[in-house]
């Protein structure tokens, strides 16, 4: 009798977790470009690395730090900073994680075209032991811990020998993963659809999560994405174009989530494509004549604020009275005093599918230059071309957006701003060619300035200097607006990094 009740109880337990068993249907507006999580710094790769992959450390809502992977860290001295490592976790292939996971990462990640400016400043990683890595600075670094929010520990076994970092090239890691992460990959097809079930052995069993399968399909078109959703195809989405807000939040069954994020979007000016662009006169003009009140409220409805700076309100380095300034008439007599009244033709390139209401953004832009007599022949790409001829430098002028991976002025600097340089990575995003050596000291010294006033005048004078010259043009800070069926609880993992914590989800039944 006893061994009857035994198995009906059984039997019971396994039908009752076959009927709760949770699928998410996601659909984004583009698929990451690779798996390998060092090929690209970009949005879409730290949100399949957050899927697959466990960070050290992550951002909380509320700006604070979350322990993951590393369970506690001190400060050693000046240069070095202990991390304790998270027992009892497997990688997708078993093996499991231990501090030499932790050092082959960094290893690599300093290898990496895309991230090594920013881990430059880590000299190297040793083991304490099995559990216990210590990170060590080759100066005084005020940002560590910022970093580390970067480090998502690779397979050591998995991948090692058949490691290369090839920028959209076909390599092992860009093919075959293996995190400790809440999913692991189980279908791929770029560009069409990809699937995810949920980790067995994930060392997270405190998460309020419930996703037991991930279904995410790329939908390009803001409208196509938003009717999936209306008719029940999928369950969550981003984004939601800022023409569609208002209505969609009329329509029942469905949440909004918006917030304001600190992502820049930007135009460069290639200098060394255009001598027109040399002239502080000519960048002066450019920047009067592109009217960034008029994209936010035409065209993204309100739905971002304006920028004349790199730096959003919350970071070190914003100067409160830097507004962007739109005088057509200032522009036109520059132009003139440049001697380009008649103006002169450019080429422009923008993505259409990578940021908010991008392709038409530019488009704008395009006619606003027009004004001032420059002829703008403008070609948008999806997101997996465009990045490929922006590595390339193949336009006169190009559209970035920067989200700082820092959480601090100073990235934004080192990698839009700093000059060009493959060796350190630094200005790896610089398609301005823009290039002042005295800039570049003032964000090595802040990189290692630990005094918050001191690093506070170095960010803000750069800030300043970057205005006064008219480096690039900057366009506006946008918000992020994700939509939902309202059983679908993404208010408590999306950020303003945007990389939803998708293991923390929780769909109501």
């Known amino acids: 009798m006893k061994k009857k009740v035994i198995i009906v109880c059984c039997l019971a337990l396994l039908f009752w977790n076959k009927a709760t068993a949770t699928t998410l249907r996601m659909a984004f507006d583009a698929d990451p470009i690779s798996l390998d999580p060092h090929e690209q ?17 992550r ?8 322990h993951r992977l590393a369970t506690k860290w001190e400060r050693i001295d000046n240069l070095t900073m202990r991390f304790h490592l998270r027992h009892n976790v497997t990688f997708r292939t078993g093996n499991p994680f231990t501090a030499k996971d932790v050092i082959y990462t960094i290893e690599r990640l300093k290898k990496s075209p895309d991230f090594r400016a920013m881990f430059d400043t880590i000299k190297s990683a040793s083991m304490v032991d099995e559990y216990t890595v210590d990170v060590h600075s080759t100066y005084t670094n005020p940002l560590l811990l910022n970093i580390m929010t970067y480090v998502f520990p690779m397979d050591k ?15 092992f890691a860009s093919r075959n993963v293996s995190g400790t992460g809440p999913f692991i990959l189980t279908e791929r097809e770029l560009g069409s659809r990809m699937e995810l079930k949920r980790n067995p052995n994930y060392w997270d ?9 991930v279904i995410l399909t790329p939908i390009r078109a803001d409208s196509t994405r938003l009717a999936a959703l209306l008719s029940g195809d999928v369950d969550f989405i981003f984004p939601v174009s800022p023409i569609d807000i208002e209505r969609t939040k009329k329509i029942k069954g469905i949440q909004l989530v918006t917030l304001h994020s600190t992502r820049i979007l930007l135009l460069h000016m290639n200098q060394q494509r255009r001598k027109e662009f040399q002239d502080i006169r000519v960048r002066k003009a450019i920047n009067l004549a592109v009217n960034q009140s008029l994209i936010v409220d035409k065209i993204l409805k309100g739905y971002a604020i304006p920028a004349g700076q790199l730096s959003p309100d919350r970071f070190l380095g914003h100067i409160n009275n830097l507004e962007p300034e739109y005088d057509l008439t200032t522009a036109l007599e520059l132009m003139k005093e440049a001697g380009y009244e008649k103006g002169f033709r450019i080429s422009m390139m923008a993505p259409n599918n990578r940021y908010m209401n991008d392709e038409k953004v530019a488009q704008a832009i395009t006619a606003m230059l027009s004004r001032i007599n420059i002829t703008v022949d403008l070609k948008t790409l999806p997101k997996a071309q465009y990045f ?18 820092t959480m601090d002025s100073n990235n934004l600097f080192e990698f839009i701003i700093a000059c060009p340089d493959a060796k350190t990575g630094m200005g790896a995003y610089n398609a301005s060619e823009y290039c002042r050596s005295y800039i ?8 290692r300035e630990m005094n918050p006033e001191r690093r506070l005048r170095l960010m803000q004078q750069i800030e300043r200097t970057l205005y006064n010259d008219a480096a690039i043009v900057p366009l506006y800070w946008q918000s992020l607006t994700w939509a939902a069926k309202d059983n679908v609880k993404i208010q408590d993992i999306v950020n303003d990094q945007n990389y939803p914590h998708i293991g923390d989800l929780f769909i109501e039944e």
Do not use: C
């Open 440 to 447: 570049d000291d003032d964000i090595r010294q802040a990189n």
């Open 157 to 171: 076994a998995f991948y090692q020998n058949q490691d290369q970092i090839i920028k959209y090239g076909e390599t």
């Open 41 to 57: 710094l970009s949005e879409g790769t730290l949100q399949f690395s957050h899927l697959v992959f466990d960070p050290l450390l």
């Open 205 to 213: 069993t405190n998460s309020d999560g419930n996703i037991d399968k």
């Open 59 to 66: 951002w909380k809502q509320n700006g604070q730090f979350e």
């Open 388 to 405: 490929k001829e922006f590595d390339n430098r193949s336009a006169d002028m190009m559209m970035l957006g920067w989200q700082s991976d």
